[in-house]
């Protein structure tokens, strides 16, 4: 197939392409460079442009003949939405619906949509699933769950096929070593306590210790960024071949929690053979963050055929370990 990767030079989107142009997909990589890497641009052909371009888009739609698209450039700062609002619909929302006229009006049936568990809002039962009500507390998590309301009513008028994947916590690297994580500011814990470890941070923070948890500290469902592309790349082959159509939703994690402490050790543990450790802090609770946030992905295993083959936390880690040893200040 020939693909389009939205956000293809982020992380996400740039472990995605490398897993379709390995499948041996022809896949074209679009991004506007402003969180993702150009030397992340390792598989496809990169594209510079931004969706708030629908000149670029009309030309790009013209010059290739996709078979589908995957959309991996939103803005995904729940702070940073807080205050900028603005920024959050502009690009998540209006920007995307850009993407969906252009792919209409040159009869481009199927996209997957990478969305989050933030559309959910907070917990009401854990673990999660499809049914969960979606009341999102933040315009990141709003903006993601207007697109999935706007794909329901594209497949109904235009015959667009969609999925919908809801992330939990993306983590790890390429097991090869090839790409991983890199933000620009890092807020995801495992890269945070990997830079701590490493000595490009002087400590890591635990914020709260006072959950109703084992240990004290909160419960997150961390699924291997291997294991979350394998899930879009089989979303694709799904609504491509047929076998399902419409507007699809599925949550994507591993179905088990990890705590931060839980987290701290393991990473202690895989850096200790390497000679280094990592100070570690305690802060006060930061306000929205649930005690438990864990997926229940059974639909998608089911659906989709997937099953998760990076599930072990130790894995994730040591996969992640060794991109942060090699990455440089230059991500």
């Not at 997909?25 to 629908?54: K, M, P, W």
């Not at 809801?166 to 890092?186: K, Q, T, V």
């Not at 945070?192 to 109703?212: C, H, K, M, P, W």
């Amino acid at each position: 197939m020939k693909v389009l990767v939205v956000g293809g030079a982020g992380y996400i989107g740039s472990h995605m392409v490398k897993m379709l142009v390995k499948a041996g997909h022809d896949v074209v990589v679009l991004d506007n460079l402003s969180t993702g890497f150009r030397e992340l641009v390792q598989y496809g052909r990169l594209v510079i442009g931004d969706l708030a371009d629908v000149h670029l888009l009309e030309n790009l739609f013209q010059q290739e003949s996709f078979d589908g698209v995957m959309h991996f450039a939103a803005n995904s700062l729940v702070g940073e939405s807080m205050v900028h609002p603005s920024k959050y619909y502009r690009n998540n929302m209006s920007n995307t619906l850009n993407l969906l006229d252009v792919m209409v009006r040159h009869n481009v049936k199927h996209f997957i949509f990478s969305s989050t568990a933030a559309t959910f809002g907070e917990p009401e039962y854990s673990p999660i699933d499809e049914k969960h009500p979606q009341v999102p507390i933040n315009p990141y998590g709003a903006s993601k769950l207007m697109v999935e309301r706007v794909l329901q009513d594209y497949a109904s008028a235009y015959g667009l096929n969609s999925v919908c994947l809801r992330y939990f916590n993306a983590c790890g690297a390429d097991p090869e070593g090839e790409l991983g994580e890199c933000h620009d500011p890092e807020t995801h814990l495992i890269p945070l306590i990997l830079q701590a470890a490493s000595g490009r941070r002087e400590s890591i923070t635990v914020f709260g210790r006072d959950y109703d948890t084992e240990d004290g500290t909160c419960i997150r469902d961390y699924i291997h960024i291997q294991d979350l592309c394998s899930a879009h790349a089989l979303a694709l082959e799904l609504i491509v071949s047929d076998k399902k159509s419409g507007a699809l939703a599925y949550n994507l994690g591993n179905g088990q929690g990890f705590s931060v402490q839980q987290v701290i050790d393991v990473v202690q543990k895989v850096v200790s053979k390497d000679g280094c450790s990592l100070v570690v802090e305690t802060g006060v609770r930061r306000s929205g963050d649930p005690a438990v946030l864990v997926a229940d992905a059974t639909l998608a295993k089911d659906v989709l055929n997937w099953t998760p083959e990076y599930a072990d936390l130790e894995t994730i880690i040591r996969h992640a370990w060794a991109w942060e040893k090699q990455s440089n200040t230059e991500f």
